[in-house]
């Protein structure tokens, strides 16, 4: 992929989004419309960063990385690995520390959390 090349090195599950097929449905509908807003450009105006949040529905998905200015482009790809593996059926609420090459920066740590908006 252009820019970034990464391996999971921390993965915590904090549990399911229950019931699992409901939110099988909904997490599909997220990570699909999330893809299909990067894809049109609907966050284009906003310049890759140190973190990025997307909050939808009752779903939020945030990436952080000190080192490195997170591209769209990884969120993409990011998205639509999450989306494939909702398909398989994965429901689960996380926080995931990826490591590698990401927007240019070699050895970033790239923190991903996925979860349930909290009022």
Same mark, same amino acid.
């Given at each position: 992929? /252009?820019?970034?090349?990464?391996?999971?090195?921390? !993965?915590?599950?904090?549990?399911?989004?229950?019931?699992? &097929?409901?939110?099988?449905?909904?997490?599909? #509908?997220?990570?699909? +419309?999330?893809?299909?807003?990067?894809?049109?450009?609907?966050? &284009? =105006?906003? /310049? /890759?960063? =140190?973190? +990025?949040?997307?909050?939808?529905?009752?779903?939020?998905?945030?990436?952080?990385?000190? +080192? &490195?200015?997170? /591209?769209?482009?990884?969120?993409? %790809? #990011?998205?639509?690995?999450?989306?494939?593996?909702?398909?398989?059926? !994965?429901?689960?609420?996380?926080? %995931?520390?990826?490591?590698?090459?990401?927007?240019?920066?070699?050895?970033?740590?790239?923190?991903?959390?996925?979860?349930?908006?909290?009022?």
């Amino acid at each position: 992929s /252009p820019g970034y090349d990464v391996t999971t090195r921390v !993965f915590l599950n904090f549990g399911l989004i229950v019931p699992v &097929a409901r939110a099988a449905e909904w997490m599909t #509908y997220f990570f699909e +419309l999330v893809a299909q807003r990067i894809e049109l450009g609907y966050w &284009a =105006h906003e /310049p /890759p960063s =140190h973190r +990025l949040l997307i909050q939808i529905w009752d779903f939020e998905l945030e990436f952080y990385s000190v +080192l &490195a200015l997170i /591209p769209w482009g990884f969120v993409q %790809e #990011y998205v639509l690995d999450m989306l494939a593996d909702v398909q398989r059926g !994965f429901t689960g609420v996380f926080h %995931e520390h990826l490591v590698g090459t990401v927007g240019g920066v070699v050895g970033a740590v790239v923190s991903v959390k996925f979860g349930m908006v909290r009022d």
